[in-house]
């Protein structure tokens, strides 16, 4: 089983930048893709980003030219890089990790607030 502990959300002026980490631990050896989703009040969980070992990356549409996602293999750890963020951004994140073996891990979330 593959734990996630993300880090890096906070509250940041429109306009402004985060930097989101998600180390995994335990069977990390199996892990496949590594993603990011948000879930903002009242709304459903969304995609956001995911990438591969291969570090092959697919974003939603709403945070393509303003998110960056990147891992570092040997380490074991995802990064969301978030520039220009709106208000709309403002979400709880999470990061997700899909195995070989058809595991599926999820974080504990991450708060991220944008002001206007």
């Known amino acids: 089983q593959v734990q996630l502990v993300e880090s890096g959300g906070g509250l940041v002026q429109a306009g402004g930048s985060l930097r989101l980490s998600c180390a995994a631990s335990?069977?990390?050896?199996?892990?496949?893709?590594m993603g990011w989703y948000r879930q903002a009040p009242g709304k459903q969980r969304e995609l956001v980003a995911t990438?591969?070992?291969?570090?092959?990356?697919m974003y939603a549409d709403s945070v393509k030219g303003r998110f960056n996602i990147s891992r570092d293999n040997a380490k074991n750890t995802v990064y969301l890089q978030m520039s220009s963020l709106k208000p709309e951004d403002t979400a709880v994140y999470y990061c997700?990790?899909?195995?070989?073996?058809?595991?599926?891990?999820w974080g504990q979330g991450t708060r991220v607030t944008v002001s206007s």
């Open positions: 335990g069977s990390s050896s199996g892990i496949n893709a």
């Open positions: 990438i591969t070992p291969g570090g092959s990356t």
């Open positions: 997700n990790a899909k195995t070989f073996f058809g595991g599926n891990s």
